[in-house]
């Protein structure tokens, strides 16, 4: 029984191995940026827009507004990376339901590989938000004693949302697995339905965490800011 992408080798030499993580990661992002481009070729100004128009704008609307709610003066910056790992994520959900599709968010790699993109990011764009000093000194507050605290703090919620993600979609395919072994005629629809429902929620946990943690950085130097610290950019 094969539970993660890691595990299907297409090609293999040497140390070197090609399997479904890097593959199907490839195939849904190309998929991704065709579909973008096939959208953006297209765009329209009009009160009624294509039916594909129409839905990609509401999805980065709905985006939109949920970042607004979250970090209202720094949304708009904010939104194509988060959408970005929106978008990603619930692809990668869509592309498990067809058939012998798996999704490469079932693997730790990739798992990892998105939060190493939000632990870069935070501090990027608390440096182009709020400038250099502003960012790092939120590190030694309130005393410098706390740095390696806050240090670890940053590393530490950079694991939970990698395990987080990771866990919530192998533990879809573990279940899956045993309940199609046990009645494979009555559950695959059900439990495809299912596993799309909870890629589409894991999507919006984890955008919607790294928009907070973003937020957070830049909060919380913009308000010591305010209470008399000058801003450096």
């Not at 998929?31 to 999805?59: D, I, K, M, N, Y």
């Not at 919620?157 to 009645?183: C, K, P, Q, W």
């Not at 629809?189 to 790294?210: E, H, K, N, P």
Request: no cysteine.
């Amino acid at each position: 029984m094969t539970l993660s992408p890691d595990d299907i080798v297409f090609w293999q030499v040497g140390a070197f191995r090609l399997n479904a993580t890097i593959i199907y990661t490839w195939v849904i992002m190309l998929t991704l940026t065709a579909s973008a481009w096939l959208v953006g070729r297209r765009l329209t100004s009009t009160l009624t827009p294509r039916r594909v128009q129409a839905f990609a704008e509401a999805v980065m609307i709905a985006v939109e507004r949920q970042l607004e709610d979250i970090a209202p003066t720094h949304a708009a910056k904010i939104l194509p990376f988060v959408a970005t790992l929106f978008i990603l994520i619930m692809g990668s959900a869509i592309f498990s339901i067809l058939p012998g599709g798996v999704a490469p968010t079932a693997s730790l790699s990739t798992t990892v590989a998105l939060a190493i993109s939000v632990l870069l990011a935070v501090p990027l764009f608390g440096i182009r938000l709020i400038g250099v000093k502003q960012y790092f000194s939120r590190y030694i507050r309130p005393t410098p004693l706390m740095l390696p605290f806050n240090i670890i703090s940053e590393l530490s919620r950079t694991v939970a949302l990698a395990i987080r993600l990771y866990g919530n979609m192998m533990s879809g395919a573990v279940l899956g697995a045993i309940l199609l072994s046990i009645a494979p005629f009555f559950f695959p629809v059900m439990l495809q339905s299912l596993g799309l429902l909870t890629g589409i929620i894991q999507a919006y946990i984890f955008s919607i965490l790294a928009a907070v943690y973003i937020s957070s950085a830049v909060r919380i130097t913009a308000t010591t800011s305010r209470n008399g610290d000058p801003q450096n950019g």
